[in-house]
């Protein structure tokens, strides 16, 4: 027996004595290399960790498709809402100007932005599609200030992993890696198909996050904080998905 072969039994005879797979041996590696998602359970999920780590791996700053102005839907459908607390009508009759997206964690410079505030960042247009899981979509121009602009302004710490946002809806809350947070496409959403954006769409401020599915793209955003670990938030899984069973990763 040679040198190689001999070398190559022992390897196999390792990986098969210590029962891992290969999509074990994957999860371990992206585990080494940071590439696990918040709701990975260990080996158990290693397909969505692959998925996580693939993507991360091959696709980091691939662009969702930009759609032509001729594929804007007719009547995009908006998911039914909750019925709006008071003081949310109250904030509407104002015109929400004393709407106020709060951005805090691991930053320089913790900040309150008015609607206004945002409105004076370099704003952006995109044409893109919201996907539901449960298997429908529709495309909409959607107009807003890349969320990378509102990081620059606070100055994100060197250590960070994650932004949390949340919803004044109560239990409406996600997160993303920073990879998608600087996503240019990435868009905290004041305008949609040349006008505000209608409460309906989550109006007036929403997460638009269109490499995922349409659950991480949380509406009336009101609190976003920076994190290098979801550990401390809910049930330490990334955000409310996962709780209820869907993936924290929701690439498309
Ligand atoms: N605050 C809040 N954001 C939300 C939801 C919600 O119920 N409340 N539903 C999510 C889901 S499951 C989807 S698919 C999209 C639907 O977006 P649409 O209403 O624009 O179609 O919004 C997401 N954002
Ligand atoms: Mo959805």
Redesign the pocket.
Known sequence: MNTLSRRKLITGGLAAGAGLTGLAVAARLAKAYGLLPPDAGGIFGPGETLTYAAQRLLTAHAPQRNFPRSMISQN????P??PPTDAFKRSQALGFKDWRLTVDGMVARPTSFSIADLRSLPIRNQITE?????GWS?VAEWIGTPLSEVLHEVGVLPQARYIVYF?I?PG?WESIDMADALHPQTFLTMGMNDGDLPV???GPL?LRVPRQ????????LQHITVTDSMKKFGQGLGSASPEIGYAWFAGI
Request: glycine share 8%; with cysteine; net charge negative.
């Open positions: 995009p459908f908006a998911v809402i909750a919201v996907a539901c899981e449960e529709y919803s809806e409406e309906a769409f989550g929403r599915l349409g659950y991480k793209s949380i509406k009336f």
